[in-house]
């Protein structure tokens, strides 16, 4: 157990739907990150949030946003949603600070959503 | 980030060590070299990381050449459950953006009986 927690596991939607994920990191851990996991893409990273404010950013299309809240946890919200959307979608954290020191990652065991 | 090359795929016996290869020679004084696995499309684990000594710890090895372009990955005593994709990637820690980590293709191990 990674302390990484995601929700929901599974979701089966329809294109042209929004979905949320909700990622809550490890206690203490100030970053968050979002990875997406297709069948023919590997592992995409997608964008990271550190103490509320957006730190990095990735392949992230524009109808894909993300906000971590004051409780540290994470959503990210996946609107318009196409066929080419189906995959993993995996929230890690990590222990970084305002000086940028980041250590390892540490990830949810992810959501797999399935476009109809 | 540096980039890293790893092969694409291994086979290792069961109970013999896994030695598995990255290539990063475009690697930088403060990027660090980390290993992670995933095993089938479960969270990516992390393994170990280093900067430029050797590392052990309960999981496994880390070899880091001297010139830090290559390393290698030992499983001391491989078992069926070792049986994933190995990611090697390479992060500066001490950056605002260390968090750009990018996975490449890992190598994908099986471990046989």
């Known amino acids: 157990d990674s302390g990484v927690t995601q929700t929901p596991k599974h979701l089966i939607t329809a294109t042209g739907q929004r979905v949320t994920l909700r990622c809550s990191p490890r206690?203490?851990?100030?970053?968050v990150y979002w990875y997406q996991q297709s069948l023919d893409q590997g592992l995409q990273f997608l964008i990271q949030y550190y103490n509320g404010e957006e730190r990095a950013k990735g392949n992230i299309l524009e109808r894909f946003s993300a906000q971590q809240f004051p409780d540290l946890h994470s959503e990210l919200n996946l609107s318009s949603l196409e066929l080419g959307d189906s995959a993993l979608y995996f929230c890690?954290?990590?222990?970084?600070?305002?000086?940028?020191?980041?250590?390892?990652?540490?990830f949810g065991e992810g959501s797999r959503l399935t476009v109809l | 980030d540096a980039k890293t090359t790893q092969p694409t795929s291994m086979d290792c016996a069961e109970g013999r060590a896994a030695n598995l290869p990255c290539n990063h020679s475009t690697i930088s004084g403060n990027e660090y070299v980390y290993w992670y696995r995933q095993i089938h499309s479960q969270g990516p684990q992390y393994i170990i990381h280093?900067?430029?000594n050797n590392e052990t710890n309960e999981m496994a090895s880390l070899i880091i050449t001297e010139d830090r372009k290559s390393s290698t990955l030992i499983l001391p005593h491989a078992t069926l459950r070792d049986t994933a994709v190995y990611y090697c990637i390479v992060r500066a820690i001490y950056n605002t953006n260390a968090g750009k980590s990018t996975f490449g293709d890992g190598t994908t191990l099986t471990v046989k009986p």
């Open positions: 890690a954290s990590s222990v970084a600070s305002l000086a940028g020191v980041s250590g390892e990652l540490f």
């Open positions: 280093g900067l430029k």
């Open positions: 206690s203490g851990d100030l970053s």
